[in-house]
Structure formats: C-alpha cells, structure tokens
C-alpha cells in the first residue's frame, strides 16, 4: 500500500480522527508508522533528546538528520518535518529554500511552520512551488518569549485572533492545521469553520485529529507534565528500574552470568552469531 500523502490527509476532513505522534529516531518511527496517518519530526526534538531549555535553539542540520533517520523507519504514515525558529520567518524566499533543502535532503512530504495570519503568505509562496505546508496556531512554541511562557491561548476575546489565524492559512493553502493549547469551544468553532483538518494538542476531542509527542505520552519526558498529556506507558520509571537492577547485578558479580560469556572453543552455532 502506497504512503499517505498530503492531500489524502486533507480529504479525510471531518472523517474518523485523524492519528499523529512525533518521532525522532529510526525505531520509534517503525513503531508509530504502523498505527499513525502521520508521523511528525517536530522541533520538539530539542528539548525532549537534547535538553534544551526551549525549540529555539533547534537548527535545520538538527532537523535534518532527525528527519533521515526517521525516514528510515516509514513506510506507510506521512512524513512531516519541522521548520525551526529562525529558518522560515524572515521572507517566503527564505522559506523555501529551507524547506526545499528539508525535502530534498530527507525525503520528507511536507513540513510544519508556526504562524497563522503573519505567516499565509509563505504558505502560499511554498504550496505554489510545490511545498505542502501544515501550519500550526494557537501556543506556537517558538514564539514562547512573546508569550511570556506556554499559557492557554484564545481564551475570551482572543479568541477572535487565533480564529482569523486558522481562516487565514486554511486560505492560503496549507493542507492542516495544528491546534495547540486553545479552549474546546475555539477549537469546534475553528474546526466547523475550516475546510482542513484541525489537528489538536491540548485542544480538545471537537477537533479533525489528534497528536502528542510520543516521548511524553510514553512516560520518557517527565521534566514537564502537561494537563494535555495522557501517559500510555511509563518507560521512564521501566528504564530507570532496569538500569538500576544492571547496577546493582554488576557490582555484585550477578553479571554477567554463565549464560552471557564466551568459551575457548565454540559450543554452537550461535555462540559466535549473536
Ligand atoms: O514539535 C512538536 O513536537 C510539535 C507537536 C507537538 C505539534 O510541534
Ligand atoms: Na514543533
């Protein structure tokens, strides 16, 4: 079966939700690709493997071997990759040459920007040269220091602003639009008002689809515990358990074992193989 594609993804507007997780690496990539529509390489990335303090510091060269790595593992979902702060803002020109070097380097389908109204025209710059654009509104983390941190956005009269925004790059082509951090009344509006897919974080089940960054709902990111976060698993305290059992095993003399050490001579086939 042939890869989803971006206008699949748009076709499926109002249709059964839409599933997306983040990746980063190969492995978590085949894992995701088997159940997700679309498998997004977010900027995220920076703070969640790199311990950064926020996405800003995150550089295309950082995206783009993310990117190839995760293109490894896919066969099926829609790859999108982000462009981070700094590589898309400054011109529509700018724009695509950061973007065009993202596909072309990583195989990617499509890629995700932040802005709505102050970024339609890029958006339309790019999908008028061939660039499918998923936007992303509402808390666009990038802009996190004129935020003055990650709060509700769209609450109240607000409201009105991050409507516009969605309006405003679902008019500009962009094939789907991610919903970050906004009311649930907003967000159904949006969603009711649009043609494109919303795709909510912490916007509520009233939207096209939904996506997390994998790390979190996995249990591995704990410094920071969304309300929006649903943890499927707790891999964190899982890993921290084992390395604690090696640790404890090695400096006891528990292993490695009989099972795990290598003879003179070979006994069987496989003592040598694996
Ligand atoms: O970078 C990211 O992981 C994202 C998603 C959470 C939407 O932008
Ligand atoms: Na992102």
Redesign the pocket.
Known sequence: SRAITPPDIQARKGGVPLVCL?AYTTPIARLVDRHCDIV?V????GMVLHGLPS?LGVTLDMMIMHAKAVRGGLEKALMVV?LPFGSYEESPEQAFRNAARLMAETGCAAV?LEGGEAMAATIQFLGARGIPVMA?IGLT?QAVNAFGGYRVQGRGEDAERIRRDAISVAQAGAFSV?L?KVPEQLARRITSEIGIPT?G?GASPACDGQ???SDDMLGLFSPFRPKFVKRYAELGDQAGAAIAAYADEVRKRRFPAAEHVFADAPKDADADAT
């Not at 977010?42 to 990335?45: A, I, Q, T």
């Open positions: 983040t997004l977010g900027d995220s990335v996405t982000d995700k992303h983390p991610v970050e795709i974080i996506i997390l960054v």
